[in-house]
């Protein structure tokens, strides 16, 4: 079965960027979706399809996916952005994969 | 607007099936391209995806876990329910349902219910 590499947590001081990434086998083939999740809550929907935001997302939050690589960027991070970040895609049977989850500190 | 809405029991005992019902309004499973999943995450730990029902009736299940699992859709009720059979301490986590509301490949999942923490005794 497909397998999502992400890192276990990402450390970033307020204003910078964080990035946050998201490894599988020719993942730049496939569509890559990232969700947001904070203690207590379901996920959240942050970036679909690689790039895309849905409506409501700030545009500091952007993702970009190539090679064996998605990423997910924050920009002018804020404290209200300490959350678990998990990426998504669709494995070869159309099952759902998701990445381990990245905790986010800030 | 969707919503989407978990229930069952919260407390279960191992060995015993486990059935949820996850109830949902604003879109029609019916509808071309609608998809339901049952997502669930131990305390602390990862999300992990169980079974997906479409709105042709295609199932899909977590291969690990396909032999004691059971995803159905109510046709007369905006429903989807999930059993799982033979559980243990293992299965206690929040159960989320989420739709993917695109027919297109690769997807996201657009809307999440609450979730329920499940807890099995052993």
């Known amino acids: 079965s497909y397998i999502l590499t992400q890192p276990p947590s990402v450390s970033v001081a307020p204003g910078q960027t964080a990035t946050i990434t998201c490894g599988g086998d020719?993942?730049?083939?496939?569509?890559v979706n990232w969700y947001q999740q904070k203690p207590g809550q379901a996920p959240l929907l942050i970036v679909s399809?690689?790039?895309d935001r849905p409506s409501g997302i700030p545009e500091r939050i952007s993702g970009s996916n190539s090679g064996n690589m998605a990423t997910l960027s924050i920009n002018r991070v804020e404290v209200g952005d300490e959350a678990d970040y998990y990426c998504?895609?669709?494995?070869?049977?159309?099952?759902?994969?998701f990445g381990g989850g990245t905790k986010l500190t800030v | 607007q969707v919503t989407l809405e978990e229930s069952g029991p919260a407390l279960v005992k191992a060995t015993q099936t486990l059935t949820l019902t996850c109830t949902f309004s604003g879109f029609s499973l019916s509808a071309s391209g609608m998809r339901v999943s049952w997502i669930r995450q131990p305390p602390g730990m990862a999300l992990e995806w169980l079974a997906r029902i479409d709105w042709d009736g295609d199932k899909f299940y977590n291969r690990s876990l396909k032999t004691r699992l059971t995803i159905s859709k109510d046709t007369s009720k905006p429903q989807v329910v999930l059993t799982l059979t033979n559980v243990g301490p293992a299965d206690t986590g929040s159960y989320f349902c989420?739709?993917?509301?695109?027919?297109?490949?690769?997807?996201?999942?657009?809307?999440w219910g609450r979730g329920m923490l499940v807890t099995v005794s052993s």
């Open positions: 989420a739709r993917m509301g695109s027919g297109r490949s690769g997807a996201p999942y657009d809307f």
């Open positions: 998504h895609v669709w494995g070869s049977n159309s099952e759902t994969v």
């Open positions: 020719s993942i730049g083939s496939k569509n």
């Open positions: 399809y690689d790039s």
